[in-house]
């Protein structure tokens, strides 16, 4: 038997791809390929053939390593097994996901990636709630932000343990506290001192009425490092952060949602107070159900050190998405992504006046289709075109990737 299939990000907006979650592939619906909640055990095995015209993320005219291609294709062959049951009140999951990255023309990049899931969320007597989480993944940096000549794909490792407890001392009201903690390391030896550390205490407090709807107070308290960085006059080794959030999920109406969180952010370098940061952050997203067909997810953030950015975390983020959805059948559905990101890297401390100083606007735009002509096959062919903006002229660059791609579960 023979599968087709696609890892769940494209080249154009993580590097080459990756199954972070295999329910959300580029251009098809998450919905559609939910698995089936009766079965404890899913697998889905998935291959996709990309066309990248700017693999390197070069600006125009130029070439990598002087007289080199600058597109290639791309072969993701990506495997998940996923475990999820409860257990009277106890929830048990797990899922492996494994992926490789294959290059036509410069088959010195290809490589490939593990990820794992473990988790409990458990609940004890009638007031005690919590969750254990243990996880994993992996995936390209960036080529956009990682200028190099070396022919070797850089891969972030990430690790995060989190635990959390609530005591409900009334049916619609908790206290809880939790814990984070995070790592995150590179394979290659010139991102080194990118390798970061995080320790994240939490205490909260939560409302949940009947109604489903729950809406959170958090106070965070990160101490950051990065341990093989040497603290100079441009660079810090360490950071204290504290965020007060107001996290949610809320029902607006019957074909509307919001979700996410609101909060401030103080965080205070180590060395160079130049680059502490003060201020307003969040991540809000609206799902709107226009009709039975058509659906429609709004997205806005603003955020300091967003780990899905893979840069230095003195980076603020500020980005607005749109992405429709159209399914004019049970079988066919038609999305789009518009997103306009920009970031702040927060400048030179003003110690070194030869360093530009750096903000990047990047705007995606996608489209996808894809057919489902069995409940456990899908079909998908998408278009993902971006162009950055910035005050270093080598960091601007266009490209365009197109994707066939197929997904087989059982």
């Known amino acids: 038997m023979t599968f087709f299939g696609i890892g769940s990000r494209l080249w154009a907006t993580r590097g080459a791809g990756r199954p972070l979650s295999i329910l959300l592939l580029s251009g098809v619906s998450a919905a559609a390929l939910a698995a089936d909640p009766a079965d404890a055990f899913n697998f889905y095995i998935s291959q996709s053939f990309q066309h990248d015209d700017n693999l390197y993320r070069l600006a125009d005219g130029v ?71 243990l996880k994993q993944d992996e995936l ?72 489903g709807n729950k ?19 441009i660079r810090d080794d360490g950071y204290s952060q504290r965020d007060l959030r107001l996290v949610g999920a809320w029902r607006l109406t019957g074909a509307s949602r919001l979700s996410g969180y609101l909060g401030y952010t103080s965080r205070e370098y180590e060395n160079l107070e130049v680059r502490d940061f003060s ?38 983020t500020k980005a607005v998405s749109v992405e429709p959805t159209w399914a004019p059948t049970a079988k066919i559905a038609l999305q789009g992504l518009l997103e306009w990101r920009q970031r702040d ?9 030869s360093v530009v100083e750096q903000d990047d606007e990047t705007t995606t735009c996608r489209l996808s289709v894809s057919y489902m002509p069995l409940d456990s096959l899908s079909l998908s062919l998408s278009h993902t075109a971006s162009s950055r ?12 990737v197109t994707a066939l791609s197929a997904q087989y579960s059982f």
């Not at 290659?188 to 390798?195: E, G, H, I, R, T």
């Not at 960091?395 to 365009?400: F, G, I, L, S, T």
């Open 63 to 133: 070439k990598p390593f002087g007289d080199g291609q600058r597109d290639d294709n791309i072969s993701v062959t990506s495997f998940s097994a996923m475990f999820d049951r409860v257990y009277s009140r106890q929830r048990l999951y797990a899922s492996v996901d494994l992926a490789y990255v294959a290059f036509d023309n410069y088959s010195d990049l290809d490589y490939d990636t593990k990820g794992m899931t473990a988790g409990w969320d458990w609940s004890f007597g009638s007031h005690w709630t919590g969750k254990l989480e």
């Open 140 to 211: 390209a940096r960036d080529r956009s932000d990682f200028r190099t000549n070396s022919r070797e794909t850089s891969i972030n490792r990430r690790r995060t343990l989190d635990a959390e407890a609530d005591y409900w001392w009334h049916p619609d009201w908790a206290a809880g506290v939790g814990y984070e903690a995070f790592a995150s390391e590179y394979s290659d030896d010139a991102s080194q001192n990118l390798n970061y550390e995080a320790s994240i205490p939490e205490v909260s407090l939560t409302y949940r009425p009947q109604s």
């Open 215 to 233: 809406v959170s107070l958090r106070a965070r308290f990160t101490d950051g490092k990065y341990p093989d960085r040497t603290s100079s006059a």
């Open 279 to 316: 201020g307003m952050t969040a991540r809000l997203q609206h799902d709107w159900t226009i009709t039975g067909k058509v659906q429609l997810r709004t997205t806005a953030r603003r955020e300091i050190g967003a780990r899905e950015d893979l840069t230095d975390n003195s980076v603020v």
């Open 345 to 353: 890297f927060r400048g030179d401390p003003g110690l070194v006046t």
């Open 389 to 400: 903006t910035s005050d270093r002229a080598a960091n601007e660059y266009d490209a365009n």
